[in-house]
């Protein structure tokens, strides 16, 4: 039995009244009245202040795990069996099951933490329970990520701490929430006692020593059982803070008293020194030695690393702890003994800065060191092989495409020179025809027509007249072939023109009034002289109708082109062409459709106040 300022009054023996002994192993508990009540697994044990024995109840409920207090000084009692709860009457426990937290579960394997704020926290099967006394209905369910080992009520902050196999887990009262602190140092141990002091701080007991832990910062400090406590395996649940702030643990040595605001960590961490320095399995032997440089370049194969660091410091050396990453190739820190040893085999050509910082044993940092690497690229990989590379590439580009152009342009000029062959060709014949044939056929007409002015009789007259009437349709067409054969003529504005020209004349000379439309630029769209004679021809033909048939006295004739077509328009003023006999090819427009369809185009006739004929070919602007 300890005072508050840990001075021993009495030592209490583990003796029953009936002689034996048993060793204390899961709780120990004090009610109101100031009884003490302890267990060995099987047996509950009470002590009365006064005493130095222990009264023994055999109980018979499995195995016993934890001790709260409950009403009006029963106790609550934990075991593998179920809930119960103990009331002392005299000599006699009057035990039965606590139907207060009905509807917790009993089966076997249960543990069950009884809070100061009256909430019940049973732990099985990998599940918290917590349930408000009196309040079954209200029970929550929160799943803990490893066996819950103890927990501290923290009712300011309205938060449940959680001491589990794996590290330390809260449940926020208001959001109901379970959450997992993550954090390096404890956050893998197995934390067996809490404890809270005044100014909010966890004091967390584990199987290596004491942590303080700040919520509100996040700030850790280890304290080993170097620092002075008993023993480092704190005991399961064995945590007290007492009514003076201080603080209880009890270890497998005996307790432990301290003030947690007296209880402060060393101020000063350690230095690293890079002790030895490998490429390649090989030590490094440049200058200045690895410890004091600050940037160190290699070759690519010299790219498998060892380095073994040492934290340099005074306070308890052997038990810092060395935290590195090779920035560049790790995000993650990773932490190491003191004078352990870290590798990195193949690393690739780059750019590295080895970040390494040391902390004492109450995990102060000291300064950082970095060392920067530098492994150069092989020469297949440098910025100079690469420019060539890529100017080898454009340069193979660059004469592939100037030979595709060279032969794209000895091609075209190919073409050209035969295609000026062939216009030089058409030019010779139409000069020869002109030539040749048109003074041949002008003097058959004019001989004929001579012939005509002497006095004949009634049939060889009519034969002269014949002659003389075929030499001049064939002067006419043969006018028509040679100059659609002249590559002169080969595009649109030259077309349009001999189109007016020729519409003046015929029209005029058949006593028709002749309106001709252009439009005010004619783009200079080239034509064969298949597209040029079958236009002239079905345009001819069109006039011809017009002045034989229509009995018009005007014609509108209009050229327009669009991004698609060339339209000539014909309109005349006369009595309209019958559809009808349209329908079944009659008056010769039949064959300025089919002109118009050799040349891919099209010939619409309608009637409007006369005949309206449409001449259209598809072009590209």
Not at 39 to 53: E, I, P, Q, R, Y
Not at 131 to 143: D, H, N, S
Not at 219 to 229: I, K, N, Q, Y
């Amino acid at each position: 039995m300890f005072a508050a300022d840990g001075k021993l009054l009495r030592g209490i023996p583990y003796r029953t009244k009936a002689g034996g002994s048993f060793s204390l192993r899961y709780a120990l508990a004090v009610d109101a009245s100031g009884r003490v009540w302890a267990t060995n697994g099987k047996s509950l044990f009470v002590l009365d202040g006064l005493s130095v024995a222990w009264q023994e109840y055999k109980l018979g409920l499995g195995n016993i795990f934890r001790i709260g207090n409950g009403r009006q000084g029963s106790m609550y009692l934990t075991a593998s069996t179920g809930l119960y709860e103990a009331k002392p009457k005299g000599n006699q426990l009057d035990i039965s099951p606590c139907n207060l937290f009905a509807g917790l579960e009993t089966h076997d394997g249960i543990l069950t933490f009884f809070g100061s704020s009256g909430k019940v926290y049973t732990y099985s099967n990998g599940k918290t329970i917590v349930a408000k006394t009196g309040m079954p209905e209200k029970q929550i369910r929160l799943y803990a990520s490893d066996a819950t080992n103890c927990i501290w009520e923290d009712p300011a902050k309205q938060r449940t701490w959680f001491g589990t196999t794996k590290g330390l887990a809260y449940w926020d009262w208001e959001s109901d929430n379970i959450k997992a602190v993550d954090k390096t140092g404890f956050d893998q141990a197995m934390i067996t006692s809490i404890a809270g002091d005044g100014t909010g701080k966890l004091w967390l007991g584990t199987y290596n020593g004491l942590f303080s832990y700040d919520p509100a910062t996040g700030e850790s400090h280890h304290f080993p059982a170097e620092e002075g406590l008993p023993s480092g395996n704190i005991s399961l649940s064995a945590s007290l803070t007492a009514s003076d702030g201080k603080i209880w643990f009890g270890t497998a040595n005996g307790p432990v008293l301290f003030d947690p605001l007296e209880m402060k960590p060393y101020p000063h961490g350690p230095r690293v020194h890079i002790e030895s320095f490998e490429i390649n399995n090989q030590p490094y032997l440049g200058v200045p030695v690895a410890s004091e440089a600050s940037r160190i370049e290699l070759d690519y194969f010299q790219n498998s690393l060892a380095f073994g660091l040492k934290a340099v410091g005074f306070y308890l050396p052997k038990m810092s702890t060395i935290r590195y990453r090779l920035k560049g190739f790790e995000e993650e820190w990773q932490e190491l003994e003191n004078g352990g040893l870290i590798r990195y085999p193949k690393l690739p050509p780059g750019d590295f800065q080895l970040e390494l910082v040391a902390l004492n044993v109450n995990g102060v940092k000291g300064a950082p060191h970095a060392l920067n690497i530098f492994i150069r690229p092989p020469w297949w990989q440098r910025w100079w092989f690469r420019a060539l590379l890529i100017g080898a590439l454009v340069g193979a580009v660059y004469l592939s495409f100037r030979l595709y152009l060279r032969r794209k342009l000895l091609e075209q000029q190919r073409i050209f020179e035969r295609q000026k062959a062939l216009q030089d060709e058409r030019n010779r014949i139409a000069a020869e025809l002109h030539d040749d044939l048109g003074a041949g056929l002008s003097i058959i007409r004019f001989l004929s027509d001579h012939s005509l002015q002497q006095p004949q009789s009634g049939d060889q007259r009519q034969s002269i007249h014949r002659i003389y009437q075929s030499a001049g349709e064939l002067l006419e067409k043969m006018g028509d072939i040679i100059w659609a054969m002249n590559a002169e003529n080969d595009n649109l504005p030259n077309l349009a023109a001999h189109l007016q020209g020729y519409a003046y004349e015929y029209l005029d000379v058949n006593g028709i009034q002749c309106s001709f439309q252009l439009p005010e630029t004619i783009p200079a769209i080239e034509l064969s002289g298949a597209q040029r004679r079958n236009i002239l021809l079905a345009f001819k033909e069109s006039l011809h109708n017009a002045v034989k048939h229509a009995q018009a006295t005007a014609v509108s004739i209009r050229l327009q082109t669009d991004s698609v077509h060339f339209i000539l328009s014909i309109h005349d003023n006369g009595r309209g062409i019958d559809l009808g006999k349209l329908r079944a090819g009659g008056n010769g427009v039949r064959n300025i459709a089919k002109r118009m369809e050799a040349i891919g185009g099209s010939a619409e006739f309608q009637v409007d106040n006369g005949t309206v004929v449409l001449l259209k070919m598809p072009i590209s602007l």
